[in-house]
Structure formats: C-alpha cells, structure tokens
C-alpha cells in the first residue's frame, strides 16, 4: 500500500518554463516532506523540505507548497534549466521517510 | 567527507546464490536505512535502524531478505537464496537522527542482476 503517490511519471517542459510536480500522501499524521533529486547511476540527493507547520518553502528557483487538507505537494521549479533533468522522489513521513515512484522531469532547449 | 559508501557497485549472480550487500555509512550518523528501487514500484523503504537497532522492517518482501548492522559504521543486506525478481538497484541512505527534517544521505547504489 504505497502511503506516498506520484501519479505522473514523467514530465517534458520547454527551458525557461515552470516545471510543476505533484505528490500526494495518505497519511495525515506525516510532519515532514522533501523531495529528492537523482541522477542515473547516481543516489537520490536532497533538494528541499518542509515541514507541517508550514505551506511554502523557497529556495531559489525551487519552491515547495504543501496543502495539508488536500494532503498534496508540489515542487515548482522556475525558470527550468536542462540541468534540471532527473528523476524527482517526494518523501513524507515522521521518523522513516516513505518514498513516491518518482518523476522523470525532462527540460528542453 | 566520503558520503555514504555502498559495495560492490554492481552484482550479476545467479538464481538461488546468496547476495550480500554492504554499507557504510556517514560517520556520526546514527540512522540507516535500505531501499530496493524499481521500475514498478519506485523507491520502496525495507529496513531501518536507529543506534544500530532494527526499527521497522516491514518493507523486507520476505524471509529471505534480512539485514543487520553490527556496529555503527557498517550494516549488511543479505538475499539468500536470490531470486530473479530481486533484480533491482538497492540503495543505502545514513541521517542524523535528530536531524535537521529527516535529510537522508544516499549512497550510489548497488545494481542488483540475478539469472
């Protein structure tokens, strides 16, 4: 029973355009939230965080909302750079992080 | 710092062989945890531990799996007797526990191929 879901498993965005990626979560009682940046033959990276108290956490060009009713996050990137190309994984979750299918974000030239 | 350091990087054995899977993790860190990545299921947790003890293991997929962390530098994943559908690339990932939003430290992986 996967308590974190990213339903979309790939995203194409043109470069200079936001990149907007979802992540939904079960589990009301989860405090914590990050997501995670990987590259191939690579491990996953932390990219950014939030916790419960809050709905927004900037840094950068990376923002992260959290709707706690709806139990849903998202990563907004802006303005995407090829660089930005990865898989992304959310996370959520107290003391053990339970991980989404991840995301693969693709930006184009 | 060298990070999180997981061995071998990559293992081909064949089905029915006993795989065994090493981690060392960020020194001073006293959370560990294993993942499995896979392209159906995504980035699952099987096991963690605090202070060198077990946790929650409820990710391990069977009795077959099993895992222990001796001391706090070194923790082993083992697979006895591996099956092709183990195939997957295993990840080991090490957080101060407290820490600052439960950032975890991922190693490169070990890429799992069983025949």
């Known amino acids: 029973d996967q308590q974190v879901k990213q339903n979309s498993p790939s995203l194409s965005v043109q470069e200079g355009r936001i990149s907007i990626l979802n992540c939904d979560y079960t589990n009301s009682m989860f405090d914590y939230f990050l997501w995670y940046k990987k590259y191939p033959a690579e491990g996953p990276t932390f990219l950014i965080s939030?916790?419960?108290?809050?709905d927004k956490n900037e840094d950068g060009r990376f923002t992260v909302f959290l709707n706690k009713s709806a139990k849903h996050l998202s990563l907004h990137i802006v303005p995407s750079q090829p660089g930005d190309s990865a898989v992304y994984f959310c996370a959520a979750g107290n003391n053990d992080m339970r991980f989404g299918a991840g995301t693969r974000l693709t930006v184009k030239p | 710092d060298a990070g999180v350091i997981q061995s071998p990087r990559h293992e081909v054995t064949e089905m029915g062989q006993e795989v065994t899977l090493r981690c060392k993790p960020i020194?001073?860190?006293?959370?560990l945890f294993w993942y499995r990545q896979t392209m159906m299921r995504g980035l699952e947790l099987l096991i963690y531990f605090n202070n060198n003890v077990p946790i929650d293991d409820s990710g391990m997929p069977e009795d077959r799996f099993s895992a222990k962390m001796p001391n706090a530098s070194f923790s082993t994943l083992k697979i006895q007797p591996s099956e092709p559908r183990d195939s997957a690339v295993y990840f080991c990932?090490?957080?101060?526990?407290?820490?600052?939003?439960?950032?975890?430290?991922f190693g490169p992986g070990t890429r799992l191929t069983v025949t």
């Open positions: 990932a090490s957080s101060l526990n407290p820490g600052q939003l439960y950032e975890q430290y």
């Open positions: 939030i916790s419960s108290i809050k």
């Open positions: 020194s001073g860190h006293n959370s």
